[in-house]
């Protein structure tokens, strides 16, 4: 199967190129003349497309006839900034120049050459140089755009639909499908001058099996190729846990190239890749220290992730390329997490049963059956609590069984409906009853024995007052 991704393009390149724009004197070939003092810049503009970050340099020497050499910059949303030199004095003046990155790299009275690096986007623009002499004035005019590389990737999206992108490129790429299938394209531009193209494309055609995308752009031409009819083979893992995933089985020293692809959700997709022949390993939006090479890629392509986590759940897809053909494996890593169960009456014959925190989500089954309400809470680390309130009406049904059923596993709680009411024979309440009367019979005879010696020793027993006594004289 043709392999659908190139490694250099994993690397965004910043199309950069600086800008050797030059100013030349009379005589010197490519310059436009005029016996006018002054000429339309209309007239003498040069498209000039460079990428970021690479250098071109050219120059050629003044004729000692140059009294003026200016260079006229003009930026979008930017007061035009002009740098001037003036021969006999030396002199050299700037207006609105404050980009430190535009420079003139060499003595403006020997090499006009004004240089851009690196070169960003907002260097785009006209660059218009005038050289003043005594025969006349010359001038030559660039009109500078700044390219920037767009990256290409290509997924299954849904069953039969594919998605090809081309991301972040300047000016916008051009996408096609080999074979045409039922599209829908999508421009986003940002802010800062690039352009995201999409394309997603559905095959209803079951005969259809590897399609291929392909991109036009300024900056060159790419093409990725998919199978419609790749199996993702399901792995569940449970959270917390070490996940290994294997590349095809390919004799070593046929290994051209192995690429791991992870496609994880709300994510740029991560690509790990190792050449063989340079021993050159290469990470693009790679950060999770969890997701490791645990052996030498060109020993053991085995992709390792430990511990698992929630947001782990994705496609995984491995790419081995040799000289007989390309060769890919995928998994749809599926992260489980143990739902915990409680069950509890809530009111007078009616239980609760939850497992809370489970992914996927659980099911809940009663023994026997009651009137019942379900509800599902989902929560934002991907999670769900699943919860079943259920009511059992008739006094016969005592004991209920609650069962949750998982991925994980099964489990079983069973609570009774009656445990909350005690019911007790009549013979028993009778002797409760006895004993109670008894204890208290006690109580008062030893409270009235203590009271009775007291009133000989003191009058305190008793709160109310002794009648007086008379006594005769």
Not at 115 to 123: A, N
Not at 253 to 269: A, C, E, F, G, S
Not at 291 to 304: A, E, F, I, K, R
Request: aromatic share 8%.
């Amino acid at each position: 199967m043709p392999c659908f991704w190139r490694i250099d393009l994993q690397l965004l390149l910043m199309l950069a190129v600086f800008l050797v724009a030059e100013c030349v004197s009379t005589g010197v070939e490519g310059l436009v003349t005029s016996s006018n003092s002054t000429q339309q810049m209309d007239k003498d503009k040069n498209s000039l497309g460079l990428q970021m970050d690479k250098e071109e340099n050219s120059s050629k020497p003044l004729t000692e006839d140059v009294i003026v050499t200016l260079w006229k910059i003009i930026l979008r949303n930017k007061p035009h900034c002009i740098r001037a030199h003036k021969r006999a004095t030396h002199m050299t003046t700037k207006t609105n120049c404050t980009d430190e990155r535009m420079t003139w790299p060499y003595r403006p009275d020997q090499n006009s050459v004004l240089q851009i690096d690196p070169v960003v986007i907002t260097h785009d623009g006209y660059y218009e140089c005038q050289v003043v002499t005594p025969d006349g004035n010359f001038h030559y005019g660039y009109h500078l755009q700044v390219l920037v590389v767009p990256e290409m990737t290509l997924f299954e999206n849904n069953t039969r639909t594919a998605v090809c992108k081309a991301i972040a490129g300047r000016p916008a790429a051009r996408i096609s499908w080999t074979p045409e299938g039922d599209c829908v394209p999508e421009h986003n531009s940002w802010d800062n001058g690039t352009v995201t193209v999409q394309s997603t494309c559905h095959w209803a055609d079951s005969n259809v099996s590897v399609v291929s995308c392909s991109i036009s752009h300024e900056t060159g031409n790419w093409s990725q190729s998919l199978d419609l009819n790749q199996v993702y083979s399901s792995l569940p893992v449970l959270v917390d846990t070490k996940a290994v995933l294997y590349c095809p089985t390919v004799p070593l020293t046929d290994v051209i190239v192995t690429l791991w692809k992870i496609i994880l959700r709300n994510k740029p997709h991560c690509i790990r890749a190792h050449k063989r022949a340079t021993h050159m390993t290469t990470k693009t939006n790679c950060t999770d220290e969890r997701m490791t090479w645990p052996y030498g890629p060109d020993q053991n392509s085995v992709l390792q992730i430990d511990p698992v986590v929630i947001t782990h759940d994705g496609y995984y897809e491995c790419q081995v390329v040799t000289p007989d053909g390309n060769f890919h494996y995928g998994y749809h890593l599926q992260v489980l997490v143990v739902p915990e169960m409680t069950l509890f009456e809530n009111k007078t014959r009616t239980a609760v049963c939850k497992a809370i925190a489970g992914r996927p989500a659980a099911r809940i089954s009663w023994t026997p059956e009651g009137d019942c309400v379900p509800e599902h809470n989902s929560w934002d680390n991907g999670t769900v609590t699943v919860q079943s309130t259920c009511h059992w009406a008739e006094s016969n049904v005592s004991v209920v069984s609650c069962s949750i059923s998982h991925e994980t596993g099964n489990w079983s709680q069973s609570i009774d409906l009656n445990q909350g009411v005690r019911t007790f024979p009549v013979s028993r309440l009778l002797i409760i009853l006895y004993v109670k009367s008894s204890l208290f019979l006690v109580i008062l005879v030893v409270v009235g024995i203590i009271c009775f010696q007291s009133r000989f020793l003191s009058k305190t027993c008793f709160p109310w007052p002794h009648p007086q006594r008379t006594v005769k004289s």
